[in-house]
């Protein structure tokens, strides 16, 4: 059980856990909410160690692993696979020392364990995993420094994942995801058989892969059971007794205080005066639940709506090489009021296609018609990086108003969040998201057609998604969006459009037929060939021959590992006393030697495979 027991942290000065106690038992899946900034990340450092809380204790049992994402990407020439089975330190460690041990004995003691952790199936496991979070077979033996940080930190994932901690920690997790990713990882977590928490803004995973709230608030811990929207029934419910609760405390302190104050000058009446004084100072204030009010999101009109249709595409070609584009027969239509968003795995060519709609690439062939004077906003995560640190909210604003007026500059950046002092902090001491909020202010800044979103709800908590969504919802023009936040997408899209197979198709159906569609996909057991995680060309032969040769070399090391295990497997047989002295080991010894030859079995179907790509590459 990990038990937190009055627990108080202060962090710079500020006090962010205040005296809180909570328990969770083992096995518990927990969703923890709050606001930005009220001290979830500081919680986990604390729970793993890296931080001295103020008072109180976090206790773990004594042999309970715990893990988490890495802070930073894994790199370097070992392929995916390698990093991620390299996670079972245990397994890495046995599976080195049975390379070199010798004693018949202490080889019948390593085999025995790995049977005991199913250590001859982590290859499989591993590359389910990594095939759940957007990996083809192929992009698995590529190394790790070919893929972008984005792309390395889902690795990060896997490889925590695969390690299966007893106490998995995990901060917003969905944020290095599309939403195909995202949907797979709900449903491993929903399927976790230890204790997880997990700090998200992600309604849909909050609602469907964890069975318990744990709400910090105003430094306060408090734990729910059920999933987000009991959690939200239950608090609304305790917001309303706390409220009578408060209404009825404060119609008696002010019984009370009229008692005093008519009798305290009557000596009469004195004793039963100074009694009520001491009634009012036991009577401590009940501190009511009051939901923190959610700044508004909005987005100005565009001055004019324009005759439909703002953009038509007809069968064009798109991307970075004129011999390979990543798009090809696009023909697609959007009127001044759609709502349309974009699915497909990160690498399809999303990116690629929102650029083209936005003007900033040109298609290689077909033809793109935008209505005339058409305007569009367009909003990408990357986009913060582009912000002065060193400028105030106010600043930025003040570079698009040119010479309007101190009071009208003010009052456009209180429109955009960002009113009185706020106005004058300087970006690089905003949260995260504060600064998206700044970004989607200018970007929509002039009042557009159309906005183009691409994952606008990193960073923001799940009242500022709500409220996000409310501004999509009020806005006359026409949207795109990229989103993993299913809620996000289901409270606004009215089009789907999937981006794959290097085209842009309409898809008829609704998310939970997409979401069915992606697990049964990415869940399967021999997963096929998909397009690698970047919108680069094709490579040329000799680079897939190149890959062939390594995923060959690749099935003879392991040909030739496994082999090895075998045959210390039936060297630790051999011994004339194993089935009389142990019969136990010696069953799981026959076990590890079925499980090792089912291995090289594998092996040798992945050799001959590679082998016979290799001779129809070569021609």
């Known amino acids: 059980m990990l ?9 710079a000065g500020r006090l962010l856990i205040d005296q809180s106690s909570v328990q969770i038992t083992p096995g518990s899946r927990v969703g923890m909410v709050g606001r930005n900034g009220t001290g979830k990340s500081t919680l986990f450092k604390v729970i793993r160690g890296e931080l001295a809380a103020e008072h109180g204790t976090v206790t773990l049992p004594p042999r309970w692993r715990v893990g988490s994402l890495a802070q930073e990407a894994p790199n370097g020439p070992e392929s995916l696979i390698s990093v991620v089975l390299k996670a079972d330190l245990e397994r890495d460690a046995l599976l080195h020392e049975a390379e070199s041990a010798t004693d018949p004995h202490r ?37 790790c420094a070919e893929f972008s940080g984005g792309w390395r930190m889902r690795v990060a994932l ?53 069975d318990q709230i744990l709400h910090l608030e105003r430094g306060k811990l408090t734990l729910y059971k059920g999933s987000y929207s009991s959690f939200e029934e239950q608090r609304a419910a305790r917001e309303l ?95 001044n009021d759609d709502r349309i968003a974009l699915l497909g795995a990160n690498g399809n060519g999303k990116s690629t296609l929102v650029k083209l709609l936005a003007g900033r690439l040109a298609p290689f062939s077909g033809k793109v018609t935008r209505a005339d004077k058409l305007s569009i906003a367009y909003f990408a995560q990357h986009q913060l990086d582009e912000l002065n640190e060193d400028a105030s909210a106010y600043d ?51 009042g557009p057609n159309m906005i183009i979103l691409d994952e606008p709800t990193n960073h923001l908590d799940i009242d500022s998604r709500a409220a996000l969504a409310e501004a999509i919802n009020e806005f006359p023009g026409a949207v795109i969006m990229v989103s993993h936040d299913r809620y996000l997408i289901e409270a606004c899209a009215d089009r ?80 004339p006393d194993i089935f009389a002295r142990d019969p136990k080991q010696a069953a799981q010894l026959s076990k590890a030697r079925a499980n090792a030859a089912d291995a090289l079995t594998r092996a040798e179907e992945q050799w001959l495979e590679a082998s016979t790509q290799f001779d129809e590459a070569a021609g």
């Open 3 to 11: 038990s937190i027991t009055d627990l108080s942290i202060r962090l």
């Open 107 to 143: 080889i019948a003691e390593i085999q025995t364990r790995l049977v005991d952790i199913d250590a001859h199936s982590a290859p499989a496991r591993a590359a389910a995993i990594l095939s759940g979070l957007g990996f083809s077979a192929a992009d698995q033996l590529r190394p």
């Open 158 to 210: 896997a490889a925590t994942l695969f390690a299966a901690p007893d106490l998995l920690l995990l901060d917003e997790p969905t944020n290095y995801l599309d939403l195909e990713g995202t949907l797979w990882l709900e449903d491993h977590l929903a399927h976790y058989p230890r204790t997880v928490i997990v700090i998200s803004h992600d309604r849909d995973l909050l609602e469907s892969s964890v």
């Open 241 to 335: 007794l706390d409220a009578k609760a408060v209404k009825r405390q404060e119609a008696e302190r002010a019984r009370l205080q009229a008692f005093v104050d008519r009798f305290k000058a009557k000596a009469s009446k004195a004793r039963q005066a100074q009694s009520r004084v001491k009634m009012l100072e036991r009577l401590k204030p009940i501190t009511a639940l009051v939901t923190e009010d959610v700044r508004e999101i909005s987005f100005p009109a565009p001055e004019k709506i324009l005759s439909p249709p703002i953009i038509a595409v007809d069968n064009a070609a798109v991307g970075y090489d004129p011999a390979t584009p990543v798009l090809g027969r696009v023909t697609l239509r959007i009127d």
């Open 396 to 446: 930025h604003v003040r570079k698009l108003m040119g010479d309007a007026p101190e009071a009208k500059v003010r009052a456009r950046a209180g429109a955009i969040g960002f009113s009185g002092k706020a106005a004058d902090t300087k970006v690089g001491k905003l949260s995260g998201g504060e600064k998206a909020r700044l970004l989607l202010g200018l970007a929509t800044f002039f």
């Open 496 to 575: 789907l459009w999937i981006v794959a197979d290097r085209t842009v198709t309409n898809y008829d159906g609704d998310l939970d037929e997409y979401r069915r569609l992606v697990l049964s996909t990415r869940n399967a057991e021999a997963p096929r060939e998909r397009s690698a995680p970047s919108e680069k060309p094709q490579r040329p032969k000799s680079d897939n021959r190149g890959s062939l040769r390594k995923r060959i070399a690749e099935a003879e090391a392991e040909i030739a590992r496994v082999t090895d295990i075998i045959a210390k497997i039936d060297t630790a047989l051999a011994l």
